[in-house]
């Protein structure tokens, strides 16, 4: 049933894609065919895209394991649409420009910067893009137990071929209608796990959470390993084993699983008793309740420093939020820079509910389901509350719900990627037209689809950190001081863009490569926004302050992205047509 | 001027080449004080002299090298050179500069003739002054300005056209508009006071400039307002459908793009088929770009007559469709013309390419 769920997302963005223009069939309709969107509907659109695995998958997954810290996250993506509202959407409307390279080279005069920010788009959302796929991936082989590469492979293309097909040609329906599958997607399953817990004490002891204990199976549980991976098991404990174990074939044996870290096969299934401690990942602290819930404690996160790591994460996802390129264009679809940020209050307001409930996954994800601290599924906890807490129809029904919000999450924002990423190829890098676009969507999902297949080990969220400061740390100071100081000069921005975007692209590939993997280096480079983010604004306003060469037509420029468009002198003011009726 | 250089600059012909080149681009940009500054800058390195000077038609506007207070002795050397009207050979004056006498040369720079500069040059000590060479940069900095100037009056003549080709409502939708009406006037008085206001309201738009963009939304409603007038007229013999992705709706395109599109499909597609025929417009989002299509199932257009019309060439009725390829092609680059995909009875599809930004 839930894939049935998938299926049917699958097809309403098919069909709306290519026939959700508005659609008028007589004059009298006309007027309406071409009002502009509302400004609540173009914020369902936004929705659409900015919820995405990343929060839908990526955010439970991240809490479940290493706990309240975390929630630095949705903060700093909460405060990224604020600081968006304030300072970005309405200029970056009223200027005009429909992709970042665009607003650069025009506020700049500098054509040759156009490439150098198309590129930086184009691997911000590639990143960002991988941790869809992957979402992707998990998300399918939890409905149907296919390998991983097949959600990859399957929603890539089938993706790619839409958009090739001219399939987004009404993205702001699509994405529209995306939103409203995203938010019942969570909406639900927050309403019937807030009943069952009021009503129903014994459905899960809500007081595991806070407390001495290590997290531990409730009942009786078999856990499908689909990946190698290594674990650490806390105590002796009399397991089923069907496949590797350390090396060993069992066949569906009762064995003494040792204490100690293990090396599970990919394909086994064990089986663990009642009351049985979970083992966990190697490579993550176990916690007890107590220090799960406690932020900033001693864990081993950001190499050992929590403090340091919730600065970074803070940093990265609020400013990233600001930079991400297919997030800004979104704000191209309101006329005027008003409605933009009428647009991103509607957003924050339809943001922070969904941002609010998107925890509870995580937290209950880790008392009803512990087995996903060992078994490497932890991105798919959204998905298994439901089923774990509930039987029969019900479990089938809210599972169906949650896998139709999860498909509409990260079919909406590989979409709207893949749209950016194409069109940085195309138009900016290029400077082409429609044909090449499409060459360029396909190019860009073989590239994805490639990578994403080899990222089955990075959490979701690991890949968006990475995104995200690489937005923060280029893109956003581009679009931050373009807008708000008139003294960027071409080569400031260069510097900016090169600088920042290099070094934290650096620092994303260092991590993903595992040269370092603890301490300060680690701490460091995996979380880079703390010393990129400061560097790129540094460099961009000393090399523009010492650089001669200033940009000209500077007032014009500034005047176009900072007054209201019925303040212009131009404009002729909002039109009034009279119509009176006559001996009525 | 190459023949006698001094000898520090005798090796580098291409670093001349170079020099000469940077002299006609900073002079292409127009006689400022920035191009003068240039240009003394350039001179001096080139006849390797101590001081250069640059003046407009009456003050010093730029000037190169170690110099004080010799403004004022420039500007009446200047004066002195253009009311005598010594442009062949450059005129030689002596004067005392921080407490040294030394020569200075004066050179006219003309235009057409017409006296429009002067540049003065005092050599180095020791080494005597080339008045030929000096003469020959002068003409060399005449012509690269007689250049730009002639660029600049190429560009008036290019708005000229432009503004020739300006936006027009045709002259049959104008009269028959006003017999629909006139037939209106006593059978259904209050539509006819509505096709008015509409009528109007569509003249306005042929009153705004050239250069002034709208937004699709506003175009589309002019379509509207003209579909409604010419509905008067046909009645129920077409059909239309109307396709709009929202992201369209603001991106900007000049003035009166669509609708002589739409009004050569009913003249020349639906008004010559016989039985209703239907009309269907379409704005798609393409990412960076949009387009915008208006396809009828008309009689199709006539290649020969078609050819003729984009080319500029014949006098037929589809010189509006001409403008419109014009005028979208100068405001947003030589790709985004206007497609046309037709044949005999197969009817007409027109299709507008338009970024969704323009830079400024």
Same mark, same amino acid.
């Given at each position: 049933?839930?894939?049935?769920?998938?299926?049917?997302?699958?097809?309403?963005?098919?069909?709306?894609?290519?026939?959700?223009?508005?659609?008028?069939?007589?004059?009298?309709?006309?007027?309406?065919?071409?009002?502009?969107?509302?400004?609540?509907?173009? $914020?369902?659109? *936004?929705?659409?895209?900015?919820?995405?695995?990343?929060?839908?998958?990526?955010?439970?997954?991240?809490?479940?394991?290493?706990?309240?810290?975390?929630?630095?996250?949705?903060?700093?993506?909460?405060?990224?649409?604020?600081?968006?509202?304030?300072?970005?959407?309405?200029?970056?409307?009223?200027?005009?420009?429909?992709?970042?390279?665009? &607003?650069?080279?025009?506020?700049? %005069?500098?054509?040759?910067?156009?490439?150098?920010?198309?590129?930086?788009?184009?691997?911000?959302?590639?990143?960002?893009?991988?941790?869809?796929?992957?979402?992707?991936?998990?998300?399918?082989?939890?409905?149907?137990?296919?390998?991983?590469?097949?959600?990859?492979?399957?929603?890539?293309?089938?993706?790619?071929?839409?958009?090739?097909?001219?399939?987004?040609?009404?993205?702001?329906?699509?994405?529209?209608?995306? &939103?409203?599958?995203?938010?019942?997607?969570?909406?639900?399953?927050? !309403?019937?796990?807030?009943?069952?817990?009021?009503?129903?004490? #014994?459905?899960? #002891?809500?007081?595991?959470?806070?407390?001495?204990?290590?997290?531990?199976?409730?009942?009786?549980?078999?856990?499908?390993?689909?990946?190698?991976?290594?674990?650490?098991?806390?105590?002796? +404990?009399?397991?089923?084993?069907?496949?590797?174990?350390?090396?060993?074939?069992?066949?569906?044996?009762?064995?003494?699983?040792?204490?100690?870290?293990?090396?599970?096969?990919?394909?086994?299934?064990? +089986?663990? @008793?009642?009351?049985?401690?979970?083992?966990?990942?190697?490579?993550?602290?176990?916690?007890?309740?107590?220090?799960? $819930?406690?932020?900033?404690?001693?864990?081993?996160?950001?190499?050992?420093?929590?403090?340091?790591?919730?600065?970074?994460?803070?940093?990265?996802?609020?400013?990233?939020?600001?930079?991400?390129?297919?997030?800004?264009?979104?704000?191209?679809?309101?006329?005027?820079?008003?409605?933009?940020?009428?647009?991103?209050?509607?957003?924050?307001?339809?943001?922070?509910?969904?941002?609010?409930? *998107?925890? /509870?996954?995580?937290?209950?994800?880790?008392?009803?389901?512990?087995?996903?601290?060992?078994?490497?599924?932890?991105?798919?906890?959204?998905?298994?509350?439901?089923?774990?807490?509930? #039987?029969?129809? =019900?479990?089938?029904?809210?599972?169906?719900?949650?896998?139709? =919000?999860?498909?509409?999450?990260?079919?909406?924002?590989?979409?709207?990627?893949?749209?950016?990423?194409?069109?940085?190829?195309?138009?900016?890098?290029?400077?082409?037209?429609?044909?090449?676009?499409?060459?360029?969507?396909?190019?860009?999902?073989?590239?994805?689809?490639?990578?994403?297949?080899?990222?089955?080990?990075?959490?979701?969220?690991?890949?968006?950190?990475?995104?995200?400061?690489?937005?923060?740390?280029?893109?956003?100071?581009?679009?931050?001081?373009?807008?708000?100081?008139?003294?960027?000069?071409?080569?400031?921005?260069?510097?900016?863009?090169?600088?920042?975007?290099?070094?934290?692209?650096?620092?994303?590939?260092?991590?993903?490569?595992?040269?370092?993997?603890?301490?300060?280096?680690?701490?460091?480079?995996?979380?880079?926004?703390?010393?990129?983010?400061?560097?790129? &604004?540094?460099?961009?306003?000393?090399?523009?302050?010492?650089?001669?060469?200033?940009?000209?037509?500077?007032?014009?420029?500034?005047?176009?992205?900072?007054?209201?468009?019925?303040?212009?002198?131009?404009?002729?003011?909002?039109?009034?047509?009279?119509?009176?009726?006559?001996?009525? | 001027?190459?023949?006698?250089?001094?000898?520090?600059?005798?090796?580098?012909?291409?670093?001349?080449?170079?020099?000469?080149?940077?002299?006609?681009?900073?002079?292409?940009?127009?006689? #400022?004080?920035?191009?003068?500054?240039?240009?003394?800058?350039?001179?001096?390195?080139?006849?390797?002299?101590?001081?250069?000077?640059?003046?407009?038609?009456?003050?010093?506007?730029?000037?190169?090298?170690?110099?004080?207070?010799?403004?004022?002795?420039?500007?009446?050397?200047?004066?002195?050179?253009?009311?005598?009207?010594?442009?062949?050979?450059?005129?030689?004056?002596?004067?005392?500069?921080?407490?040294?006498?030394?020569?200075?040369?004066? !050179?006219?720079?003309?235009?057409?003739?017409? @006296?429009?500069?002067?540049?003065?040059?005092?050599?180095?000590?020791?080494?005597? /002054?080339?008045?030929?060479?000096?003469?020959?940069?002068?003409?060399?900095?005449?012509?690269?300005?007689?250049?730009?100037?002639?660029?600049?009056?190429?560009?008036?003549?290019?708005?000229?056209?432009?503004?020739?080709?300006?936006?027009?409502?045709?002259?049959?939708?104008?009269?028959?508009?006003?017999?629909?009406?006139?037939?209106?006037?006593?059978?259904?008085?209050?539509?006819?006071?509505?096709?008015?206001?509409?009528?109007?309201?569509?003249?306005?738009?042929?009153?705004?400039?050239?250069?002034?963009?709208?937004?699709?939304?506003?175009?589309?409603?002019?379509?509207?307002?003209?579909?409604?007038?010419?509905?008067?007229?046909?009645?129920?013999?077409?059909?239309? !459908?109307?396709?709009?992705? @929202?992201?369209?709706?603001?991106?900007?395109?000049?003035?009166?793009?669509?609708?002589?599109?739409?009004?050569?499909?009913?003249?020349? =597609?639906?008004?010559?088929?016989?039985? @209703?025929?239907?009309?269907?417009?379409?704005?798609? %989002? $393409?990412?960076?770009?949009?387009?915008?299509?208006?396809?009828?199932?008309?009689?199709?257009?006539?290649?020969? $007559?078609?050819?003729?019309?984009?080319?500029?060439?014949?006098? +037929?009725?589809?010189?509006?469709?001409?403008?419109?390829?014009?005028?979208?092609?100068?405001?947003?680059?030589?790709?985004?013309?206007?497609?046309?995909?037709?044949?005999?009875?197969?009817?007409?599809?027109?299709?507008?390419?338009?970024?969704?930004?323009?830079?400024?």
């Amino acid at each position: 049933m839930p894939i049935i769920a998938v299926g049917l997302v699958t097809l309403l963005t098919l069909i709306l894609g290519t026939a959700g223009l508005r659609f008028a069939r007589t004059t009298s309709n006309f007027f309406v065919a071409s009002r502009s969107v509302h400004p609540a509907w173009n $914020a369902f659109a *936004v929705c659409g895209e900015a919820m995405s695995a990343a929060s839908f998958l990526g955010v439970p997954a991240l809490i479940l394991v290493f706990g309240v810290d975390m929630l630095w996250v949705l903060v700093g993506w909460t405060i990224g649409f604020f600081l968006l509202s304030l300072f970005i959407a309405a200029p970056i409307r009223r200027f005009g420009s429909y992709t970042i390279p665009e &607003f650069v080279d025009g506020r700049l %005069d500098a054509p040759k910067l156009r490439p150098i920010a198309a590129l930086l788009v184009i691997v911000a959302s590639w990143f960002f893009l991988l941790a869809q796929l992957k979402g992707a991936g998990v998300v399918i082989r939890a409905l149907i137990g296919t390998p991983y590469w097949v959600g990859v492979v399957a929603v890539g293309v089938l993706v790619a071929a839409n958009l090739s097909a001219g399939g987004m040609r009404g993205i702001t329906f699509v994405q529209g209608f995306q &939103f409203f599958f995203i938010f019942l997607g969570i909406l639900v399953p927050f !309403a019937v796990i807030s009943v069952i817990w009021l009503n129903d004490g #014994d459905a899960f #002891d809500d007081t595991a959470l806070v407390t001495n204990d290590y997290p531990a199976f409730a009942a009786e549980i078999t856990v499908r390993y689909e990946r190698t991976i290594t674990v650490d098991v806390p105590d002796a +404990t009399l397991v089923v084993i069907d496949g590797l174990v350390d090396g060993i074939e069992y066949d569906a044996r009762s064995v003494m699983i040792e204490a100690g870290t293990r090396t599970i096969g990919a394909g086994a299934d064990i +089986t663990w @008793p009642a009351g049985a401690a979970a083992p966990h990942t190697a490579s993550v602290d176990r916690l007890t309740g107590a220090e799960w $819930a406690e932020p900033l404690g001693d864990k081993s996160i950001g190499g050992g420093h929590p403090l340091y790591f919730s600065v970074a994460i803070l940093l990265a996802n609020m400013f990233g939020i600001m930079g991400l390129p297919h997030i800004v264009s979104r704000f191209y679809t309101n006329p005027t820079g008003r409605e933009a940020r009428r647009t991103n209050l509607w957003v924050l307001a339809l943001l922070t509910p969904y941002y609010a409930m *998107v925890p /509870l996954f995580g937290v209950i994800g880790r008392v009803v389901s512990p087995d996903l601290l060992g078994n490497g599924a932890t991105d798919s906890a959204t998905l298994v509350v439901g089923e774990r807490l509930l #039987d029969g129809v =019900g479990s089938d029904l809210v599972t169906s719900i949650v896998a139709a =919000g999860a498909a509409a999450a990260f079919l909406s924002t590989a979409s709207g990627l893949l749209i950016a990423m194409a069109g940085a190829l195309s138009h900016d890098i290029l400077q082409a037209g429609v044909p090449q676009f499409r060459f360029a969507v396909w190019l860009g999902a073989a590239v994805s689809i490639s990578a994403g297949l080899l990222v089955e080990s990075f959490d979701i969220n690991v890949l968006i950190g990475w995104s995200t400061s690489i937005a923060a740390s280029s893109i956003c100071p581009l679009l931050v001081l373009g807008i708000w100081w008139p003294g960027l000069t071409r080569r400031g921005a260069t510097a900016a863009a090169v600088i920042g975007g290099g070094a934290s692209t650096a620092a994303a590939l260092t991590t993903m490569f595992g040269v370092v993997d603890r301490g300060w280096p680690f701490a460091v480079l995996a979380t880079p926004a703390v010393w990129t983010v400061p560097l790129a &604004f540094a460099t961009g306003i000393g090399v523009s302050l010492r650089d001669s060469d200033k940009v000209v037509d500077l007032g014009h420029k500034m005047a176009l992205m900072h007054v209201p468009e019925r303040l212009r002198p131009e404009s002729d003011g909002p039109r009034v047509v009279t119509e009176t009726t006559v001996g009525a | 001027m190459i023949r006698r250089r001094s000898a520090n600059h005798r090796s580098g012909g291409l670093q001349l080449l170079a020099t000469v080149n940077e002299l006609s681009a900073s002079l292409r940009r127009g006689f #400022d004080a920035e191009s003068a500054t240039r240009i003394a800058d350039i001179t001096r390195q080139l006849l390797d002299v101590r001081l250069v000077a640059i003046t407009d038609d009456a003050e010093l506007i730029g000037q190169s090298g170690e110099s004080s207070r010799w403004k004022h002795v420039v500007e009446t050397h200047a004066r002195a050179v253009l009311e005598r009207r010594r442009f062949d050979k450059p005129t030689l004056f002596q004067l005392t500069l921080d407490g040294e006498q030394v020569e200075v040369a004066v !050179a006219a720079l003309t235009s057409d003739d017409i @006296p429009i500069g002067t540049i003065h040059v005092v050599p180095t000590v020791g080494s005597p /002054l080339q008045l030929n060479e000096l003469q020959d940069l002068a003409a060399l900095v005449s012509s690269q300005l007689q250049l730009a100037e002639l660029e600049q009056s190429r560009a008036y003549a290019a708005e000229a056209e432009l503004r020739a080709l300006r936006a027009q409502i045709s002259p049959h939708f104008l009269h028959n508009s006003l017999t629909a009406i006139a037939g209106l006037v006593i059978s259904d008085p209050v539509r006819a006071r509505s096709l008015i206001a509409k009528f109007s309201e569509f003249l306005r738009a042929s009153f705004k400039t050239q250069t002034d963009l709208t937004t699709v939304s506003e175009e589309l409603r002019l379509v509207e307002t003209y579909l409604e007038l010419e509905q008067v007229r046909f009645g129920d013999r077409f059909e239309v !459908a109307l396709n709009i992705a @929202p992201e369209t709706l603001s991106v900007k395109l000049p003035f009166l793009s669509v609708q002589p599109i739409v009004e050569n499909a009913i003249r020349h =597609g639906l008004e010559a088929r016989p039985g @209703p025929g239907k009309l269907r417009i379409a704005a798609v %989002d $393409a990412g960076p770009e949009i387009s915008i299509e208006v396809e009828d199932d008309g009689v199709g257009i006539d290649a020969d $007559a078609l050819e003729e019309a984009l080319r500029g060439t014949g006098t +037929t009725s589809h010189v509006g469709i001409l403008a419109v390829d014009t005028r979208l092609r100068s405001t947003f680059g030589p790709e985004y013309g206007l497609t046309i995909l037709t044949g005999h009875n197969a009817g007409t599809k027109m299709v507008i390419r338009l970024p969704k930004f323009v830079h400024h």
